[in-house]
């Protein structure tokens, strides 16, 4: 018997060779054909992509090998292709679904599994049990037909998921204004699916596009790992820097998370690009409708909420959240703490292509830098400052729970804590309207304490009280 597979927030991630294995990704392709079967999909077809880490187009092989064994046939991408790219191609070939081999912005040694549903977005969670629990404990169990003979068949179609999706986006966004616009953009794709893309999109106007680690390497040099948060970004900045850039955009592993740094060089944190979006999404285009985000992310969106009288709702952690909540509501925009951001119109699933887009559109249309739309921001709502630590922990969690629990904090760096919100870990709600947030995460034994507050000199006392009311200060 192999070893039990646990989906976490997003899907199932593990070590390569040592639980990520074909075998092990035979059988969770097993799992999910046994829920896509159950739904009455025999016969019909699903996407299956992929990203540049080691072994990742073999693992997408593997994947295809055994929807076909099942009777589901397959659309495989033809290249390693940004997530959001998969995502709208599930939509665009009436598929009824999408498997993506990829770890997102785990470490090189890891791969990853995620699994999206007809609407190319995020299962919700209690079908991500039920695809779990339908995972074989022995590959002998799995049913397959090799890769060679599902081509000959017509099982499996190798397609280009890239010009669909392009048309697609100019029914969301004008490229013409930001090519004519006589910008300077560094694009860090950190090694990953992003390279090419804003090159491809934004060529052959006044525009300039330079591009940094844009090749495969699947070790990720000059990075601890393809996330866009510092230190990862650092040599992004510093090239933003020496090119005298207008401003840096970095795509993760997969494309579909989006970081942003300004004209300066200086990093701006994820929790204020939503915030950018939001506001971008309501002044600029004058869009309106509800807005989604997790309840690790800023409460600058209940401000600007309340600013245009829309609706904002938040969720646990997590796209499998997120994303339902969207459809739910036809939200205008969704979005979490670690930078990826959805949008009306397209497929509720982070891209952060789009996002990349939208910023340079609303540099363009309001003629300002990175700093200056911050800047602007902060005049309408105030000032927000946001910092996380992560930090590996040992022993029960339940007891850890239990303990964050009975401290009953009155104030934490010196603020008045006036709630206690626990839909997703533990949200202590201070008296300037930031909060601290305590959770546990989803696919690695690690103990997130992120925090948000109106006043910069408070972020690392809020912090420092945050690791001491986990237990680990």
Not at 275 to 281: D, R
Not at 290 to 307: A, C, N
Not at 345 to 352: C, L, T
Not at 419 to 439: A, T
Request: aromatic fraction near 10%; include cysteine; charge should be negative.
């Amino acid at each position: 018997m192999q070893s039990k597979i646990i989906f976490g927030t997003d899907g199932w991630r593990g070590s390569i060779a040592e639980d990520y294995t074909f075998e092990s990704v035979r059988r969770c392709t097993q799992g999910f054909a046994n829920y896509l079967l159950q739904k009455g999909n025999k016969g019909k077809w699903i996407v299956v992509g992929y990203d540049k880490r080691f072994l990742s187009e073999y693992f997408a092989r593997s994947v295809c090998e055994v929807f076909v064994g099942n009777g589901i046939n397959t659309y495989l991408t033809e290249g390693a292709t940004p997530t959001p790219v998969i995502a709208y191609a599930v939509v665009d070939k009436k598929a009824s679904g999408a498997v993506n081999i990829t770890a997102s912005h785990n470490p090189a040694t890891d791969n990853g599994y995620k699994v999206r549903d007809a609407n190319g977005g995020a299962i919700p969670p209690d079908d991500l049990k039920l695809i779990e629990n339908l995972i074989p404990e022995s590959v002998e169990s799995v049913k397959r037909v090799s890769f060679d003979d599902c081509i000959k068949l017509g099982n499996v179609i190798i397609f280009d998921a890239s010009t669909n999706y392009i048309t697609h986006l100019a029914d969301l966004i004008d490229l013409e204004p930001i090519k004519k616009a006589g910008l300077k953009i560094v694009v860090d794709a950190m090694w990953g699916n992003g390279a090419g893309w804003f090159t491809r999109l934004l060529g052959g106007g006044k525009t300039e596009i330079i591009e940094i680690h844009n090749s495969r390497n699947p070790i990720f040099p000059e990075m601890k790992r393809p996330e866009p948060i510092p230190p990862n970004i650092d040599v992004g900045l510093e090239a933003t820097i020496n090119n005298k850039a207008d401003v840096l955009l970095i795509t993760d592993g997969d494309a579909d998370r989006l970081g942003v740094g300004d004209e300066n060089g200086v990093f701006i944190n994820q929790l204020q690009v939503y915030a950018l979006l939001a506001y971008y999404l309501l002044e600029v285009r004058g869009d309106r409708g509800p807005i989604v985000k997790t309840l690790s992310t800023t409460s600058m969106l209940e401000k600007l909420g309340k600013l245009y009288n829309v609706p904002v709702y938040e969720t646990g952690v997590g796209f499998k959240y997120v994303a339902p909540k969207m459809l739910e509501t036809n939200a205008m925009i969704g979005g979490e703490e670690s930078g990826g951001y959805a949008f009306r119109g397209n497929v509720p699933e982070r891209d952060g292509i789009l996002a990349g887009l939208y910023m340079l559109d609303f540099m363009v249309k309001l003629g300002k830098k990175p700093s200056e739309l911050l800047a602007l921001l902060f005049s309408k709502i105030g000032s927000h400052y946001y910092d996380r630590i992560d930090t590996s922990f040992t022993g029960d969690r339940n007891s850890r729970e239990k303990a964050i629990l009975d401290a009953k904090p009155v104030t934490i760096g010196g603020l008045k804590v006036i709630g206690l919100n626990s839909l997703d870990g533990y949200k202590f709600i201070l008296e300037d309207g930031g909060w601290l947030l305590i959770r546990f995460s989803g696919t690695e034994p690690i103990m997130r304490v992120y925090c948000e507050t109106t006043h910069i000199d408070k972020v690392q006392s809020i912090l420092k009280d945050g690791l001491r009311i986990a237990g680990l200060g």
